[in-house]
């Protein structure tokens, strides 16, 4: 029976589950999940907790880059690797990157929009992190290491004729596009858990607490809200986040020519309850259900929710199991390296009369007159290997040198053209001062008259806006204007929650810049609960 015991990691929550594999059938041995601060004792805890001292485990990398190239499909299999290389290091130059400090790894798709191309979702990693991953986990048995974008698919069902969007919100979110079955296409997006916990836990001095109150938190949609009997004074920090994290899958959807059939949400924030509901409104009514792993049965005799809650590490511990896409493996042993190890093996030939030093040496006798044919073939047969193996090198060695050329020359005609970009550049600063004082003087005196009629019908305009967006049961009592563009909005409720909400769409929509908003502590008079909000005009 094999197990693994996949680990997702997060800047300060683990997620682990322990999954056994007997055939065909998935077990979960042990899971759960740390809240901690230091990472090798919490390791070191979980290996000890769930015995497995001696389980492979399967691990996420994390800040992964994706990019996309698309390729013609009438390549054989060693040109379009060739093609592929070319046209990352093409775009590492691009982005001032180095290609040699990158791990990367790819997948190969039909392009659903050009049946002649092949699309490839090509992902990138530093290797200075992958090294550092390694050392956290020397001396155990770490067999995998994937983004968690492509291994969550592992735990979800799927249907042939649908495609599936997984909006995976862990720290950050992930939203992986399957159709039919396969990955088509992986979008990161940073917003996620993290800004919500960090906000909650900010008030509660605890990140434990502030994961607790998520799972405890319910949220509505705009028909539900009367439901609701009590306020939460933390919608203020997750109903925003929530609402950026939709808009934003909003968008992707929007932009793709995949028609979406269905959505899963998993991750940390999916802990929230009705936050299906609450996706589903948004996205115009796709269908959006939590995410549940295929092999796990819903019963009242199971708590799914518990399950649900380290969804990111199940589908790690099936990666290490087989399961999944192949060959996206960050800590995959290569043929060569193995090679390698088994060539400097020292061998003696003939009848060995010297001391075994401890070099566990081979002694292969073929001087015997007994000697069996067998035996002459295989050792005919490594020397073959050998010679391909040399040859194989010294191709690599020649191709590699030729590649560094062609980059070194691409590096020089770019150093010239920068060094004609900058003699120009020296001649028009040379204009730039002459014309300075004149534009400063007339800037000045314009900066004077716009100052006087820019916020003239501010107001206004701004009451015209709010007036398409204000909750019904929200009331203004005060819209003011002290200076500039700053804003003062005086606004009061029966719920809470309304005011909330009213300042989320403040910022979605657009009527004062997001990044300017803010608001006092709420203050609840009798039956009204009262707020200021303040910001600035965009």
Known sequence: MASCLGIYIDKNIIKYAKISKEKDNLKVDAFGIK?????????????????????????????????????????NPKDLAKAIDTEFESLCVEKHDNPNALETRY??????????????????????????????????????????????????????????????????????????????????????????????????NSYLKAYEICKNTTIYTMEGRNLQEQENSYLEEIIPTLYTIASQVKDIIASSLTKINKIYLTGTA????????????ILNGIDCQILKPFFIEDSPKVNMKDYIEVNSAISLALQGLGYGIKDINFNKKKFGEQLRVALTSDVTIGNSKGKDNGKNKININISAPKVKQWIRRDFVGVLILFALYVGLVEYISYEQKNKESSIEKTRSDIKQQISLIDSDKDKVNSKISEYTTLTTNLQNATDALNDKTTYKNAIPTLLSEIMYIIPKEVQLTLVENPSGKKIVINAQSSKYEQLAYFKALLKSKGVLDPNSVVSSEAVREGNVVKIVIEGELP
């Open 35 to 75: 809240i901690y601060t230091d990472f090798q004792q919490t390791i070191d805890q979980i290996i000890s907790e769930t015995y497995s001292f001696k389980d492979q485990i399967s691990v996420n990398i994390s800040d992964e880059m994706y990019n996309y190239l698309y390729m013609s499909n009438l390549l």
């Open 107 to 204: 997948v190969l798709v039909n392009d659903q929009n050009d049946k002649e191309k092949i699309k490839v979702i090509h992902i990138s990693e530093n290797k200075a992190k992958v090294t550092k991953l390694l050392q956290d986990f020397d001396e155990k048995k770490l067999e995998t290491i994937t983004p968690i974008s492509l291994s969550i698919p592992n735990i979800a069902t799927l249907n042939q004729k649908e495609n599936v969007m997984i909006i995976n919100m862990e720290d950050e979110t992930t939203v992986t596009t399957l159709v039919g079955q396969k990955v088509y296409d992986v979008q990161k997006i940073q917003t996620g858990a993290k800004q919500i916990l960090d906000a909650i836990s900010s008030k509660e």
């Open 270 to 281: 999916s802990v929230i309850n009705n936050i299906d509901l609450y996706f589903e409104e």
